[in-house]
């Protein structure tokens, strides 16, 4: 089946992204395929896909499995969560067809996709952006600096930073209450790498839940509660919390769609990739056919995964390269 990307329906959405560049690594010869070659029974394919990699990404990964499934029942797509660094070992050793990424690939693992003969496909498919936020009365802030975030949360703040006047002096004698992302949680590895600088460092004297909405319980119920959660369930809810603006160096940044789009709402805002194997491309028709779903549906899988999807001007970057990648 050939899936067409209806660009011309986008032209008048703002719809966004930081990029959807697919750019071509050349870093060798062609790989062994980790999976067998997609084939054909009946009226449909068949045949196996597999993804490695990132907890962030893996709920649009997951989607994009889900509808894609009702296209082509035929076809097996599984997704794996081994981290982001974990799936590119197994992707530049050839054990995956598609790497989820919450980050660019590193020069080291570059380096080890050479050292493999691994020729791969970098593609940006959706945005992230993460909030914070307060109780409604809370009165004496408006923008949190970076800075005051890893005050508040960082590990050693555990048991000694307890009041919000201990973050900054202007700040009420008010007792501190948080809530956030529990540890299985993609939000919880973007969060403390980005605030804390390193993934998993963080304060355990918090409330965490893999369920936001107990976080929106919990910040609705006390003046002086904060929590970090995704944009979107953040707007869905913004009669019970408050949504802050974040400084990153340069001046307070509301999140929106907008601004995770720009790149200006950082370091909270990034994009998210898929590694595609081009050799595992051209050779498997089942990874070709899902890996062209994916892309075609984009904006579907982001908002069912809830995400911030592509912009026109991405979109058709990426039919470009694709067109490119097949020859």
Do not use: H
């Not at 980005?194 to 918090?206: F, L, Q, S, V």
């Amino acid at each position: 089946m050939t899936y067409v990307f209806r660009l011309a329906q986008r032209t008048a959405a703002v719809i966004g992204a930081t990029g959807l560049v697919l750019t071509l690594a050349a870093c060798g010869g062609q790989s062994q395929g980790a999976t067998g070659d997609g084939g054909t029974s009946g009226d449909g394919l068949s045949g196996e896909v597999s993804i490695d990699g990132s907890s962030t990404v893996e709920p649009l990964s997951s989607a994009a499995a889900t509808l894609f499934r009702d296209e082509e029942p035929g076809i097996n797509v599984t997704v794996a969560t081994s981290g982001t660094g974990g799936g590119f070992k197994r992707f530049c050793a050839g054990e995956t067809d598609i790497s989820d990424a919450s980050r660019p690939i590193k020069d080291e693992e570059i380096a080890a996709c050479e050292e493999a003969g691994i020729e791969y496909t970098e593609i940006v498919i959706a945005n992230d952006g993460l909030s914070v936020v307060v109780n409604p009365e809370n009165d004496w802030l408006e923008c949190i600096t970076t800075e005051q975030l890893a005050t508040i949360w960082g590990p050693d703040s555990e048991g000694t930073v307890t009041s919000w006047n201990q973050v900054d002096p202007s700040f009420p004698d008010e007792p501190l209450a948080l809530y956030g992302a529990g540890t299985d949680s993609g939000t919880f590895d973007y969060f403390t790498e980005a605030i804390n600088g390193e993934e998993g460092a963080i304060r355990t004297d918090y409330t965490p839940s893999e369920d936001d909405n107990l976080t929106v319980q919990g910040v609705s119920g006390a003046t002086g509660a904060m929590g970090f959660f995704g944009l979107s369930y953040a707007e869905e809810n913004s009669d019970s919390v408050k949504l802050l603006a974040v400084d990153g160096g340069d001046g307070c940044v509301v999140p929106s769609k907008e601004t995770v789009q720009d790149g200006t709402y950082s370091p909270l805002g990034r994009p998210l990739f898929i590694y595609v194997n081009n050799a595992k491309y051209a050779e498997n028709e089942a990874l070709r056919s899902f890996v062209d779903f994916y892309l075609a549906n984009e904006e579907q899988i982001a908002a069912d995964a809830l995400f911030i999807d592509l912009t026109d001007e991405q979109a058709q970057t990426a039919a470009d390269e694709l067109a490119s990648l097949v020859g």
